[in-house]
């Protein structure tokens, strides 16, 4: 399995989404302005590129977070194991799922150092409900890192249910985690093992704020 560092590393920074507009805005559209956007903030926040997690947690929350379908994400991340989950236990797969993101985006919000995104026109019909929107990620010196974005529309405007890099899905190298985790220690196991990943990241990030 493509090794997840790499993944967010030189990818998930690279892409946000802004909040909810009144009118939908087609999702090759939303997400060349809003990649200009997000890339347009980190260059001049000095305290993002030095790893103010307040602000970096700040920034994904209101840029990134509520344009990505967690509930489908984590539903495809569990496979088959997601039809035996209670509800309790499906809302908390999805809480600990999104909080897990959100300790991906806060590692990496500092490394953006002068990459530069082309996002391709995608062909998309009136009545089309899903789409694959392809970008390119492109930095002096490395070889470019080709970027799907699988966007399901929903009444709000597109959701993002999964991001594939160089044709690797993100959601699905989580499956094969996941499954072992199930099979090892049921869905209840699965829960605690993300749910103890989440805290401990987020001890680590306030001892390194007290040590300031």
């Known amino acids: 399995m493509i090794a997840l560092r790499r993944i967010v590393s030189g990818v998930l920074i690279c892409f946000a989404v802004g909040v909810v507009h009144a009118e939908v805005i087609a999702p090759d559209a939303l997400i060349k302005n809003t990649v200009q956007e997000v890339i347009a903030i980190i260059k001049v926040d000095k305290d993002i590129q030095s790893g103010?997690?307040?602000?970096?947690?700040?920034?994904?929350?209101?840029?990134?977070?509520?344009?990505?379908?967690?509930?489908?994400?984590?539903?495809?991340?569990?496979?088959?194991?997601?039809?035996?989950?209670?509800?309790?236990?499906?809302?908390?797969?999805?809480?600990?799922?999104?909080?897990?993101?959100?300790?991906?985006?806060t590692k990496v919000f500092t490394v953006y150092?002068?990459?530069?995104?082309e996002v391709k026109p995608s062909k998309i019909a009136t009545d089309d409900t899903e789409v694959t929107v392809k970008t390119v990620i492109s930095k002096p010196g490395s070889q470019p890192i080709l970027v799907d974005y699988e966007m399901k529309k929903a009444d709000s405007g597109w959701k993002v249910y999964d991001i594939s890099i160089d044709g690797v899905s993100m959601v699905m190298s989580y499956r094969g985690t996941f499954a072992t985790q199930i099979q090892d220690s049921g869905i209840d196991g699965l829960i605690k093992t993300l749910s103890v990943k989440n805290v401990n990241a987020a001890d680590v990030t306030l001892r390194k704020e007290v040590g300031k």
């Open 113 to 117: 150092r002068d990459q530069t995104v």
């Open 52 to 105: 103010d997690q307040k602000k970096i947690i700040a920034l994904v929350d209101a840029k990134v977070l509520p344009n990505f379908d967690f509930s489908r994400m984590t539903q495809l991340a569990v496979g088959k194991y997601w039809r035996t989950a209670t509800p309790e236990q499906k809302q908390s797969l999805v809480t600990e799922f999104r909080n897990m993101l959100v300790r991906t985006y």
